[in-house]
């Protein structure tokens, strides 16, 4: 996005130094991340996508640290700045949505990144035309041209190319194994060119990769394969075009949910398929306007077995979550999305008075799901360490299916002002209707229906400074709305899964559940057993920005900018089964962290016990609990430096985050997260110490990319990461109540962080000249410096937890070699 100014002087005009053009950059790399194929090429890059947001987005955080992709085989989960629920991550394929509509914040394709010319991630300041909070990260594949190029590439990572060791000082707080790579093979090949010259063209890509997996403390390995191809035909067509785009890929995990001390047993044979096709046809009615028109088709077919020979029911130890037997459930889920959209550019008004540029656009976008989901002997066994205490009885084989069908109409008006200060003001409209194909519920509420009509309001003021144009300040607002997951419409569905929860006696004590061992029903669970509120409201977060991005010469830019978010309207089943009066208070004295009474640290905590004649009366109504006071709130400085100039990359980018939130109890991303259907407003014992740090707040983060020529051909590339810890709370295990075991959080997340975690990566490459074409070669290395620094830490009151002991660490160093040929 760039302005130009010319100022042409007559020869008799002295006052005037002559002609003059003064280009002024529009891009605010404070909302904007722009990856490009050079920059993919030139850094150590572990050719995924997930890699990419990781180590070189400028402020989305992941939820993994992935050493030299030993996880590039399964999609991250991730949120700009850490400010926004992971749900509302968008994926768009050169602007339209390839999202997985049931859960959101995935993918429903597998990129295969080196076929993409480059890859943009909107984390703020989002235009009228798009519609959630989350970061969109958009993918522009690579089109042919007038000429033939090809490229033919092998990444491999041998045996023995991975470290194996283990500090001296994780062996002293057990853990004896990292989890690395065995090996990994990433083949690439690309062609593109004319199929008639001028007139059609063509670019074709295939991607395979084969990953083996040592998981620590797990056994046998753990494999995966990606298999991906990708065409994308050009037509021209006089002043427009039209271009025909599909991409396909075949995912295969023997052993998904491979963890430390899972059994093979508890893991799934998942066999998954994926096919986008689009068409977009480009027109210019006349130099000043602009249309498109553009539809898609998106498929994912998510299937899954249990593993051969499994005949034992799935059982958890549930606090420490250490899964026996079969997995907790197999089945097929088939998701789809369709989208019809139109959108145009104008531009009015002279140079040399106030401009226009008016964006708007239409699109209807249909998405469904249709699942079919077993559990095995339909009940799952839990355990209190190794003593059983709950048995959960479930009625399987279910089937069911969601639909929602939205409309949306933006329209965005930037008027540029001869000084080239700009005033954008733009809408965003939005209807979304969703059901699901079988709706009812024992409780007459009305359930299985939802339908939302918003209006999002953009504002947007930039004003350049100094006579160069050099300085920009900007300021912007704007209010966002969540997207509509399908998974929602399971809610009220008669055919959605439901568990009974029972006291398990085990009469015999032999560890295995025999039918007349359960006591009376605890608690109902799952959204059979519950409806959705007719008033039901979408979530919406308002967003306020300022910074100033000075321009030097050499393409460097420098931005400093802040960010506040309020988020209003968070959905969350509230338990309108058992109400708060049917809970009586209990005294809990905890002797806190040090575990010693009498300290500076004891906690005196009150916790609910549910009255015995409540138990199993569990309803819940899928609504915006606390919608008047319920606002989590997000505050963020960015500081930002980016060069991109001929054969040099470096960007240089420090974030700080407080994204502060009421959310269900628990320390993980499946938790620890507002967008995330969890406890609790379930029970009030879910609400002790709620409000904290959200998972993905990581407070400080930095990243340092550099790749530069050195002579006789070769090129030197690094990058150096820095994640603050991950927030989270200890947990107190409450027994002796009469709804069985739980626990309760001790603080706040956010009082205390897992230990920070940091890696460097480097990349030595050379380059070989081979008359037209040309030859690479390069070794990367990821983890140099072999850290080991806690990814989960030791969470349950005890002795262990002052000492801080690591549960999980970061991968160790991975050595790759690569070669390519291009031409």
Not at 86 to 91: A, D, P
Not at 154 to 182: C, F, K, Q, W
């Amino acid at each position: 996005e760039y302005a130009v100014r010319v100022t042409l002087a007559a020869e008799s005009a002295p006052q005037t130094t002559g002609a003059a053009a003064v280009w002024t950059n529009l891009t605010d790399v404070s909302s904007r991340t722009v990856i490009d194929d050079f920059q993919i090429q030139s850094l150590p890059s572990a050719n995924n996508i997930w890699s990419l947001i990781e180590n070189q987005d400028f402020s989305a955080t992941t939820n993994r640290i992935d050493v030299g992709g030993v996880w590039a085989s399964l999609p991250a989960l991730w949120s700009s700045r850490g400010s926004v629920s992971r749900t509302q991550s968008s994926y768009l394929i050169d602007g339209l949505e390839a999202t997985d509509p049931y859960i959101t914040g995935t993918p429903l394709f597998h990129p295969d990144p080196e076929a993409f010319e480059f890859i943009v991630h909107r984390n703020g300041r989002h235009p009228a035309s798009s519609l959630s909070p989350g970061g969109t990260l958009d993918l522009v594949p690579k089109q042919g041209g007038d000429r033939f190029h090809g490229a033919l590439g092998a990444y491999i990572t041998a045996p023995g190319m991975a470290s194996d060791s283990v500090p001296t000082r994780l062996h002293d707080e057990g853990l004896h194994e990292r989890t690395r790579l065995n090996s990994l093979a990433d083949y690439h090949a690309q062609v593109s060119g004319p199929i008639v010259p001028r007139k059609l063209h063509v670019f074709a890509s295939f991607y395979r990769l084969n990953i083996n997996r040592d998981v620590s403390e797990f056994e046998p390995d753990d494999k995966g394969t990606v298999s991906s191809a990708l065409v994308n035909l050009t037509f021209r067509l006089g002043p427009g075009s039209f271009r025909l785009f599909w991409t396909g890929q075949a995912v295969h995990h023997p052993t998904l949910g491979a963890a430390r001390k899972t059994p093979i047993s508890a893991t799934l044979n998942s066999k998954n398929l994926y096919n986008v096709v689009q068409a977009v046809w480009d027109v210019s009615f006349s130099p000043r306007h602009q249309f498109e028109f553009a539809a898609a088709f998106n498929k994912g077919n998510i299937h899954s077995q249990f593993q051969g020979g499994i005949n034992e029911p799935h059982g958890e130890e549930v606090f420490r979550r250490i899964p026996t037997g079969a997995a907790s459930s197999a089945g097929r889920s088939d998701r789809t999305t369709a989208v019809l959209r139109g959108k145009g550019q104008s531009l009015f008004g002279r140079p040399s008075g106030l401009r226009h540029r008016i964006d708007y656009g239409i699109s209807l976008r249909r998405a469904a799901s249709s699942t079919k989901e077993e559990i095995l002997d339909n009940i799952h066994l839990h355990y209190l360490g190794d003593v059983p205490f709950e048995v959960v009885k479930f009625r399987t084989p279910i089937d069911h299916k969601e639909e929602s069908f939205e409309t949306h109409l933006f329209v965005e008006d930037q008027i540029l002002f001869r000084n080239l200060a700009s005033f954008s003001l733009g809408v965003h409209v939005a209807s979304a209707r969703a059901q699901a194909h079988q709706i009812g519920s024992a409780s007459g509420l009305e359930g299985g229906k939802i339908h939302w009509l918003n209006a999002a309001p953009r504002l947007a003021f930039a004003l350049p400074v100094g006579s160069d144009k050099s300085l920009t300040f900007r300021v912007s607002a704007g209010r966002y709305y969540f997207h509509l997951p399908l998974q929602y419409l399971t809610y009220g569905n008669p055919q959605a899964w439901g568990g009974l929860a029972y006291p398990w006696t085990d009469g015999n004590h032999d560890g295995r559940y025999q039918p007349g061992e359960e006591g009376e029903l605890w608690r109902r669970e799952g959204p059979l057993y519950a409806g959705i509120d007719a008033e039901l409201k979408r979530p919406y977060t308002d967003e306020y920005a300022v910074s100033l991005t000075k321009v030097f010469g050499g393409r460097v830019f420098l931005t400093l900018a802040g960010f506040y978010r309020e988020t209003r309207n968070l959905v969350e089943t509230l338990n309108i089964g058992v109400p708060l009066t049917a809970y009586s208070h209990v005294d809990l004295y905890d002797p806190g962290d040090d575990t010693i009474p009498a300290t500076h640290d004891d906690l005196f905590l009150t916790v609910y016990n549910q009255d015995r004649e409540t138990l199993g009366k569990d309803f819940f109504s899928l609504t915006n609990p606390d919608s008047g006071s319920r606002v989590n709130r997000y505050r963020g400085l960015d500081l930002t430096l980016v060069k991109k100039s001929g054969s040099t990359v470096f960007f240089l980018t420090a974030t700080a985050t407080e994204a502060i939130g009421t959310s269900s109890p628990g320390n993980t991303e499946y938790e620890n997260d507002d967008g995330v259907i969890g406890a609790l407003y379930d029970n009030p014992n879910a609400f002790i110490f709620s409000k904290g740090r959200l998972r993905f707040d990581r407070a400080y983060t930095a990243r340092l990319g550099v790749s530069f020529s050195l002579p006789f051909g070769f090129r030197l590339a690094g990058l150096a990461k820095y994640y603050d810890g991950q927030p989270f709370s200890r947990k107190i295990i409450v027994t002796g109540l009469n709804q069985g075991p739980f626990y309760v959080q001790a603080f706040s997340r956010g009082v205390a962080r897992y230990e920070f975690n940091m890696t460097v990566d480097l990349r030595l490459e050379k380059v070989i000249p081979m008359g037209g074409s040309r030859g690479r070669i390069f070794v990367d290395a990821y983890n140099v410096f072999n850290w080991a620094l806690a990814t989960q830490e030791y969470e349950w009151t005890g002795p262990e937890f002052l000492l801080r002991n690591a549960t999980e660490v970061q991968s160790p160093r991975v050595l790759r070699v690569g070669v390519r040929y291009e031409f």
